[in-house]
C-alpha cells in the first residue's frame, strides 16, 4: 500500500507536506505562529515549563490509502523532534518615570528611581533588567510585574548618597526571547547645599542719620542657579535684581530707632541662606533746653559758669 497524506498541525492549522520524489520524504515551508511559545505570559499558546522553553506541540498524521492513521505526538517516541519553538522580535520598551530629563531633584541625595520595562510579547526577563548610575551598573532594589505580566515596575535607590550635581542614568533590559531594549538615559541634578550670602553692607550695628540704607551683598549657588534675593524690613518686602556675577543691591528703608533687616537667598531648590543685620536710625538732632549763664553781668576778671541743658531721642 502507499501513503495518502502526510499532515502536520501546529497551533490549530493543519498543514498537507508534499513528496519529494529526490529525497523520497515528505516536506513543508510553514509559517511560524506570530506569537512566542515562550510561556512567560500564562495565557499565551505555548506550553511547557520555564519562560524560555515553551513550545508549540506538533502533530504529525500520516494517512495511508487504506485509511489508516499513524500519528506521532510530543507523548511519543518524537517528543523532542515535535517541539516547535519559536521567538518574537519585538524589542521591550523601557521609560523612567522618575526622575524626569533635565530634573532638579533638589535637597535629595539619595533618589529612589523609578523605571518600568514594558513588552507584550514573550516578557520582559527581570535577571536582565539593569541600571547604571553614572556609569556603574546595579541590579533594581525592587521589581514586579502587573497582572497581565506585560509591565514590570523596577525601583533603584543608590545605598549612599549621591554627590552634589549632575547625574545620568541608563536602563537596559531583554524579554525573555533575548531581544534587548533600546538604553534610555536621563540626566538629573541635586543640589543638597543652600547658596552662599555675603553682605558687605551695611555692617551690623550700624548707627545712621539717614533714613534709607544701601543694603550690598553677593549670593551664588553650584547647582541650582539663579538665586533670588528677598530683603525684608518693617514689613515691607524687596526683590532686587540679582546680577550674573551674583551681585545685588538694595535701598532700605529705616524707622527711626532699631531696624532689623532681614536678607534671605533661595535657590532653585528651595534652600535658603538667610543673613540678618541690625541699623539704628537716628534722624532727630539734638535739643538745646536751656542755656544759663551765672552770675550774669559777671565781674570783671571774675569767674562766670554757663550751663548747656540738651536732649537727644
Ligand atoms: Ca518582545
Ligand atoms: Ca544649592
Ligand atoms: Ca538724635
Known amino acids: 500500500m502507499t501513503v495518502s497524506r502526510v499532515e502536520v498541525v501546529v497551533n490549530g492549522i493543519t498543514s498537507a507536506l508534499t513528496y519529494n520524489s529526490t529525497t523520497g520524504k515528505y516536506e513543508g515551508s510553514l509559517t511560524a505562529p506570530s506569537q512566542t511559545s515562550g ?14 522553553n515553551g513550545y508549540y506541540p506538533v502533530i504529525v498524521r500520516v494517512t495511508d490509502e487504506a485509511g489508516n492513521v499513524t500519528e506521532e505526538t510530543v507523548s511519543g517516541s518524537f517528543a523532542n523532534a515535535l517541539k516547535l519553538y519559536v521567538k518574537e522580535k519585538t524589542v521591550p520598551v523601557g521609560a523612567i518615570t522618575y526622575p524626569s530629563s533635565g530634573a532638579n531633584i533638589g535637597n535629595n541625595a539619595k533618589p529612589t528611581i523609578t523605571f518600568t520595562f514594558t513588552d507584550s510579547g514573550s516578557g520582559v526577563n527581570p535577571s536582565t533588567v539593569k541600571i547604571k548610575v553614572d556609569g556603574t551598573e546595579y541590579a533594581p532594589s525592587s521589581s514586579s510585574f502587573n497582572a497581565a505580566g506585560t509591565v514590570l515596575s523596577c525601583t533603584y535607590t543608590p545605598s549612599g548618597n549621591l554627590a ?20 534610555v538615559t536621563s540626566t538629573f541634578k541635586i543640589d543638597t547645599t543652600p547658596p552662599t550670602l555675603n553682605v558687605s553692607a551695611p555692617t551690623n550695628d550700624l548707627l545712621t542719620n539717614q533714613s534709607s540704607v544701601m543694603v550690598v551683598g553677593t549670593t551664588n549657588d553650584a547647582n541650582s542657579t539663579p538665586v533670588s534675593i528677598s530683603i525684608s524690613c518693617n514689613g515691607t518686602t524687596y526683590a532686587p535684581t540679582v546680577g550674573q556675577d551674583g551681585s545685588f543691591s538694595q ?13 534671605t537667598a533661595t535657590d532653585a531648590s528651595s534652600l535658603v541662606t538667610t543673613v540678618t543685620r541690625t541699623v539704628v536710625y537716628d534722624g532727630t538732632a539734638p535739643t538745646i533746653v536751656s542755656i544759663v549763664i ?3 553781668p559777671a565781674d570783671a576778671s571774675g569767674t562766670y559758669s554757663i550751663t548747656v541743658e540738651v536732649t537727644d531721642a
Open 39 to 52: 510561556t512567560n505570559n500564562p495565557s499565551g499558546p505555548g506550553v511547557g515549563s520555564g519562560a524560555s
Open 164 to 183: 552634589d550635581g549632575s547625574h545620568t542614568i541608563a536602563i537596559n533590559g531583554s524579554d525573555y526571547d533575548g531581544n534587548a531594549a533600546v538604553e
Open 251 to 263: 535701598s532700605v528703608a529705616l524707622a527711626e530707632g532699631s531696624n532689623i533687616i532681614t536678607i
Open 294 to 296: 551765672a552770675p550774669n
